[in-house]
């Protein structure tokens, strides 16, 4: 390996940080053939080389009170035994990549030590709990922002900070290819679907996937023929799929096993938790119901917390409630199904939203990867 090709340590938490990772290792190597990634991460960083010391199922936590708090000790322990093998291995850089409550306390140790620390995927801190750009400032050397006004939050600050665009944008087609995602799965080219997306952790899962089963066999008795897709992620089928038998025979459901960008570019509306998974949506161009249930403690907890009265993503970018949001005591089969419905009533209403969000995912298409290769090399002086 040459002087140029760097060796990275980086952390990715759930499934779309492993997507994110996996973009940005991309475009990494691209720059650097040769480059070296480890640390804890998932399948996708994997399909890049990256050495998954640990898996990110380990940082699946939902929530913000009771089980984190379950779990708090054990995090806390993984965070310094992957420290410690972290400063042994003595990379040129550590990427933390989303995840801020894992890694900025890890980034922090780091840098103390001597490691350049960046951190991919700003917190959250223009929505909630802003007093964490203190640590972000203590943590981090340099942040990679996916959105346009978040850089100048982080200047004021004293933070640098670059805006590189979503790789989501550049990953997902600005052409949606409806035909090819419905033949891929097997789906009618004139039926009506609908994605149900309850979220990729177990507590999502268990707390949503009830009102969105329940929604979509209300749909079904005033839709008929109406077909809904349920991408499913690893590890939470045993959870879901007892959900599922309790609806048997009351609509046509076809479970995958992932595929969840299939299934929004088959589908003509979802029904989806809040998350980045909203994100991919609107890049798919497709009207949404926003959902989110949580334990009543996290809930009151995050409320005490919140600056915005938005929480999906497409509408905070938009500053708008451009796409309904159904939270927590308002996350019901009754309400979700009504809202869903007058998606599927108003087809000009749904061609409005879809013209909005192909404006956001040309203002997100910024090659990321190019852009954010830019930023490290800087941040190693290469």
């Not at 909203?278 to 995050?302: D, G, Q």
Request: aromatic share 8%.
């Amino acid at each position: 390996m040459t002087t140029s090709d760097p060796r990275l340590g980086m952390v990715a938490g759930e499934p779309s940080g492993d997507l994110l990772a996996q973009l940005l290792l991309g475009g990494l190597k691209q720059r650097w053939p040769a480059l070296q990634s480890f640390g804890l991460g998932g399948p996708q960083m994997q399909t890049q080389g990256f050495d998954a010391w640990w898996n990110y199922d380990l940082l699946a936590v939902h929530g913000y009170s009771l089980e984190l708090l379950l779990r708090l000790r054990r995090l806390f322990a993984l965070r310094a035994e992957l420290g410690d093998r972290l400063l042994k291995a003595r990379p040129d850089a550590f990427i933390g990549v989303d995840a801020p409550d894992f890694n900025l306390g890890l980034e922090a140790r780091l840098k103390k030590a001597g490691t350049k620390t960046i951190h991919f995927v700003s917190p959250s801190i223009w929505a909630w709990r802003g007093g964490r750009i203190h640590k972000i400032r203590e943590a981090v050397d340099h942040v990679l922002c996916l959105f346009p006004f978040e850089p100048e939050i982080y200047q004021r600050a004293g933070i640098a900070a670059s805006y590189v665009g979503h790789p989501l944008a550049d990953a997902i087609p600005l052409e949606v290819p409806r035909e090819a995602a419905r033949t891929a799965l097997g789906l009618p080219l004139d039926a009506r679907v609908i994605a149900l997306l309850p979220g990729s952790r177990r507590g999502e899962v268990r707390h949503i996937a009830p009102a969105l089963l329940g929604a979509a066999a209300r749909l079904a008795k005033q839709n008929p023929g109406l077909r809904f897709v349920l991408p499913a992620m690893r590890g939470v089928r045993d959870l879901l799929d007892p959900m599922v038998a309790k609806f048997a025979g009351q609509f046509e459901l076809q479970v995958l096993d992932g595929r969840s960008h299939e299934a929004l570019a088959a589908c003509d509306l979802t029904l989806i938790a809040s998350g980045t998974a909203t994100l991919e949506a609107a890049l798919f161009k497709r009207p949404m119901v926003i959902t989110y249930n949580m334990h009543w403690l996290s809930w009151i907890r995050m409320q005490g917390m919140a600056y915005q009265p938005w929480v999906g993503l497409p509408n905070i970018l938009l500053r708008g409630f451009v796409v309904p949001e159904l939270l927590q005591d308002s996350c019901t089969p009754e309400a979700v199904a009504q809202a869903a419905q007058q998606w599927l009533d108003s087809p000009s209403r749904c061609e409005g939203v879809g013209q909005r969000f192909a404006e956001l995912h040309h203002l997100l298409r910024q090659d990321t990867a190019r852009r954010a290769s830019d930023a490290v090399a800087q941040v190693l002086g290469r």
